[in-house]
Structures are given as structure tokens and as C-alpha cells.
């Protein structure tokens, strides 16, 4: 084997996250889109690198209420003259708040082929790791959904680093932790960027796009 270890990413590596699906059914897609919207500077997706930072939930729906204009309880009757997007501004809050409550089954499964994968690297002696941008909370979950995780020996995560890739610290630290030699050792992320700041902490940085062709650049096929 050319590699004595492999550290990998979870997201669209490891594991299918879809966070839309603790919401639907629950709210109108309506709502879901407007939280979701990438044009919002302080939609869903800003949160959720804060999050990935080690933003509670708490912390993270009082900011998305300020910045919303939003004010009191967000359980109270909307005051009359709130206009349309206010309107949506408070539903989606409390998505928000709902999304944290399920945020679980956004985790749909793991990537085809990936837990085989996982298996036939422990048989071969190949030392298996995480270092993802994601929560603590969702990669206990992860864990404890998916039994072929258990297979990773350590995870670093950015939330409780406070620090998240590509920064280059992240990775020194990765490697201090695991003990690994990072010219032995693999390091796959689905984003080119992360793959690239891999190789440029010293590991084998390596693009994900699926399990076929990972187990051929891991062994050689």
C-alpha cells in the first residue's frame, strides 16, 4: 500500500447531509427556501459555517434574529403592519429553530460504497481518520447512525477547534493528533480547495468524487 493512513472528510465524502430534509413535510417549502436562500447574508448558510465554528444554536438563532429586524418572541402573535418579508423572516426562524431540533435526519446515509471501503482499508492495515467542517454534535450522530464510521480511530472537528479548512492550522493539528507520518498518509475532500490545502500542509491531498474512484487511487486498481 502507498499509504499508511487516510484522513477523510465527512460531508459528501463519508456522509449524505442533506440539511433540508429535517424540514420537509414539517414547514412550507416556501419558508425552507427563503432560510435557505444563498443570496441571504444571513440565511442558512452563513450559520452554518459559524456553526462549523463552534457558534452554539443558541447564539446562532439570536444573531439570525437581529439581523432580521426580529424582535421579542418569536412565538408571539406577528404584530399587524409586519409586512411580507418579515412575515417569512419569523417563520423562518422558528424553522431554524425546528431544523435544529431534528437536524439528525439530515444525515440520510453514507456515500455508496464508502462503508466497504472503510472495511477493506482496516483490513489492509491502512489507519482510517476524520477531519471535517462540521459539528460536534452531528458527528456523534454520524457515529452513532452509521456503524462503519467506527472504524475511524480519531476525529478532528472544526466546531471544536474553532477553526475550520483550509486554514492551515487545522491540519497541523490533524496531524500532530493522529500521529501520522503525512507523506504516508492520504487526506480526501470532496472540495478541490481542501484537497489542495491538504497537500500543501505536507499530506496527499486528493479530490473526492465517488468510491470507485478512490479505491483505485488508494490502491492502486
Not at 462549523?52 to 406577528?78: F, N, P, T
Request: with cysteine; proline share 5%.
Amino acid at each position: 500500500m502507498r499509504y499508511s493512513d487516510v484522513i477523510f472528510d465527512f460531508c459528501d465524502v463519508l456522509v449524505d447531509w442533506q440539511p433540508r430534509v429535517p424540514l420537509d413535510g414539517q414547514v412550507p417549502a416556501a419558508i425552507i427556501d427563503h432560510l435557505f436562500d444563498r443570496n441571504d447574508p444571513y440565511g442558512f448558510w452563513h450559520y452554518d459555517e459559524l456553526s462549523d465554528l463552534g457558534w452554539s444554536e443558541e447564539r446562532v438563532l439570536a444573531d439570525y434574529a437581529e439581523h432580521h429586524g426580529l424582535s421579542g418572541s418569536v412565538l408571539a402573535d406577528m404584530a399587524v403592519g409586519d409586512d411580507e418579508r418579515t412575515s417569512m423572516d419569523k417563520t423562518a426562524l422558528e424553522a431554524f429553530r425546528l431544523y435544529f431540533d431534528r437536524q439528525r435526519l439530515a444525515l440520510v446515509g453514507m456515500l455508496p460504497g464508502m462503508p466497504e471501503l472503510l472495511h477493506d482499508l482496516d483490513v489492509a492495515g491502512v489507519r482510517c481518520w476524520g477531519l471535517t467542517n462540521f459539528t460536534v454534535k452531528y458527528v456523534d450522530a454520524a457515529r452513532e447512525l452509521f456503524p462503519a464510521l467506527g472504524l475511524l480511530n480519531d476525529v478532528v472537528v472544526s466546531s471544536a477547534e474553532r477553526i475550520h479548512k483550509p486554514d492551515p492550522e487545522i491540519f497541523h493539528r490533524a496531524i500532530a493528533r493522529f500521529g501520522v507520518d503525512p507523506a504516508r498518509t492520504a487526506f480526501v475532500d470532496d472540495k478541490p480547495w481542501n484537497a489542495e490545502a491538504g497537500t500543501a500542509a505536507g499530506l496527499n491531498g486528493i479530490r473526492f468524487t465517488d468510491a470507485d474512484s478512490l479505491r483505485a487511487q488508494l490502491f492502486g486498481e
